[in-house]
């Protein structure tokens, strides 16, 4: 391998100053958990298009994953100084070229192309992130949009949209909040669109996500019942609740939260697609919406995972659990012990330098040396020398297999090696 390109999913790319992939997040790459159909993410997936077939939409679920910059971030209007273009935020294959840190890089392609007035989209997506047991670098999605043409000459976009609305199947849900009217100041709606089309469009959308989740818990209410758990939920009609978002490419925009064994979970983003968005992909005189919802997360609730690691695990007392279109309760087969070990380091001077380290910074080190043996990284102490004003910082591993216990001396090599090198690519002081 020539050290001025790399191989992301069998494919080279030229690298330059922007790249900072580094090879333990490339083994992920390829694994398309998404598609296993007795992985959780996969059964997940199945589960939430198998509610949609035959009501319109397309299935994508084979793009790459790496992206360009313009897809990514560029056409959404993610502004130039959007924090999610940061390379201590997203995995660059070079300036041009990201793992793609959302699947909405994919709807303009989808928006162009798609011969069904919907699609949805899975895949895996990257971004850098802290470690503990509900981030991973590496996480998956499941995108879905509609556009509605004001070309059809037989029927008004009115009467379309409602037409579909009155189509769609009819559940049982509770729904609090559901501020239908978008909020003029905060959550203003967009000015192409008379108002009765942003509250068909509006209302099309949040039914459909409505349905998508009850889809999902409902299913899940069934494991949890097979399984003898009890919870809160089990039993009640499914609570949702709307909230006021923003996403660049969306207005207005939403959030959906589920009720779910006493807290409101984060569910899913949406909005309706801005114009230019839908200009920029060739579609004329259309309105349509678009949603996008994180499927580890959920996946970890429904099938009782307590760690995100599991998923990437590839051991048969995992593997071998689950099985097509079914949710059912993870049996843990093992807990080995976690050690901690703790590195302290002075910053350098001018910590607000480009060159200074970032808390992800750290969490790469980390990831890359000691993978999923990183149970977690907490930063655990942070203070500034009182005569120089120096930053000092401590972070706490905690070293910790699901599959095998760990001896001190494997730790003790690993823990020097992640000093080691946070010392060689970081312009900080070990202490
Ligand atoms: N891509 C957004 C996210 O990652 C979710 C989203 C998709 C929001 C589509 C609006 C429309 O959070």
Redesign the pocket.
């Known amino acids: 391998l020539d050290s001025s390109s790399i191989v992301v999913n069998g494919v080279s790319h030229k690298t330059d100053e922007w790249t900072n992939i580094r090879p333990g997040i490339l083994s992920l790459v390829g694994r398309n958990l998404h598609k296993q159909p007795n992985h959780p993410i996969g059964i997940l997936r199945g589960l939430i298009e198998s509610r949609f077939e035959g009501l319109g939409y397309t299935f994508y679920n084979d793009f790459e994953p790496a992206v360009s910059v313009h897809d990514n971030f560029d056409v959404l209007g993610f502004p130039e100084d959007h924090p999610g273009r940061s390379k201590s935020d997203t995995y660059y294959i070079n300036k041009n070229t990201v793992l793609r840190?959302?699947?909405?890089a994919h709807?303009p392609y989808c928006f162009r192309d798609c011969k069904t007035p919907g699609y949805f989209i899975s895949g895996d997506v990257y971004r850098k992130d802290e470690i503990d047991q509900t981030h991973y670098p590496v996480f998956h999605?499941l995108?879905g949009g509609r556009i509605w043409s004001k070309n059809d000459s037989d029927n008004s976009v009115i009467t379309q949209i409602q037409n579909d609305i009155d189509g769609l199947p009819k559940i049982d849900i509770l729904v609090e909040d559901d501020n239908l009217v978008y909020d003029a100041q905060i959550n203003p709606k967009q000015s192409h669109m008379s108002d009765k089309e942003t509250e068909l469009v509006t209302t099309h959308l949040k039914r459909t996500i409505e349905i998508l989740v009850d889809q999902v818990f409902s299913e899940a209410k069934k494991a949890a019942k097979e399984s003898g758990l009890s919870g809160s939920s089990y039993d009640e009609p499914l609570r949702v609740r709307w909230l006021t978002d923003k996403?660049p490419?969306?207005a207005p925009?939403w959030q959906i939260e589920v009720w779910w064994n006493g807290r409101w979970l984060e569910c899913c983003?949406?909005?309706i697609v801005k114009r230019e968005v839908l200009l920029q992909s060739g579609i004329e005189n259309s309105i349509g919406w678009?949603?996008?919802i994180?499927l580890d997360r959920i996946a970890m609730l429904l099938f009782g995972i307590p760690d995100i690691r599991v998923f990437w695990s590839q051991d048969e007392r995992f593997t071998k659990q689950f099985s097509e279109s079914k949710i059912s309760i993870f049996k843990p087969y093992s807990k080995y012990p976690g050690t901690t070990r703790d590195i302290s380091f002075w910053l350098p001077e001018d910590s607000t330098n480009i060159d200074s380290v970032h808390e992800n910074d750290v969490m790469e080190v980390v990831r890359e040396i000691a993978g999923d043996i990183a149970e977690s990284v907490k930063l655990i102490d942070e203070f500034s020398h009182p005569k120089s004003g120096r930053k000092s910082q401590c972070y706490r591993v905690n070293y910790q297999s699901m599959d095998r216990s760990l001896t001190n001396d494997e730790i003790n090599v690993l823990h020097e090696k992640v000093r080691k090198e946070l010392e060689e690519l970081h312009p900080i002081e070990l202490r």
């Open positions: 840190t959302h699947t909405s709807e999605q995108e996403f490419w969306t925009s983003g949406c909005g678009a949603f996008g994180g």
